[in-house]
């Protein structure tokens, strides 16, 4: 969403982000051409032996080489990559901020599918935490069709174990954020990014 929305009763609605502090950021990276990039997100930034030679040191929103690591949570990235929008190339959004450390609130994100003009809503979690859950480590894995039907997306996690046939970030070393809190109607999840360059983890 542009902008939030208020309806009277129903409060204010905001988008799939509300960074809440920033310890470290970078918005020097650009980002592949390839990637579903969401607002608060996980961030895998390209290693070298990717199979595109152009992807190297780029970021993506899915693990594309062995040699990739965890990089932070994607902040504001490209419109375009969300809501569809194409430009005539004077503007065209290429790079996105990431937020290396720090904490940020996470909610589901929703957006028109350009392609089938229906609202689509993206959940950022491999399985959403509950309340017991507070203070655990957080992982990052990809998830099979995390972003729509035939495309995966990195998505956060409180398992430490990656989903069948996945891969992604943490499992073998330190965590890459914590869970700091959910909100009453389990809808608000706050993550602490740590500022773990987190190696790939293999499936």
Known sequence: MARPMETPGQGVFGDSLTVLSRTQEDASKLVVTAANVVPGAPACLTGGNAATAANRGKLHSIVSSSQDIFYGAFVNPPANSVYGRST???FDAKR??????GNILVR???YMDVTTALETTISLWNAKPVAGDVGKPVFAFEVVNGFAVGTNMLKWSITKAAPANSEGFGETVSP?????GISDDATEFEL??????APRTAP
């Open 108 to 110: 589901d994100c929703v």
């Open 96 to 101: 996105a901020d990431v937020l290396l450390q």
């Open 192 to 197: 602490s990014i740590v500022g773990h360059l």
């Open 88 to 90: 005539m190339g004077e």
């Open 176 to 180: 890459v954020a914590k869970l700091v």
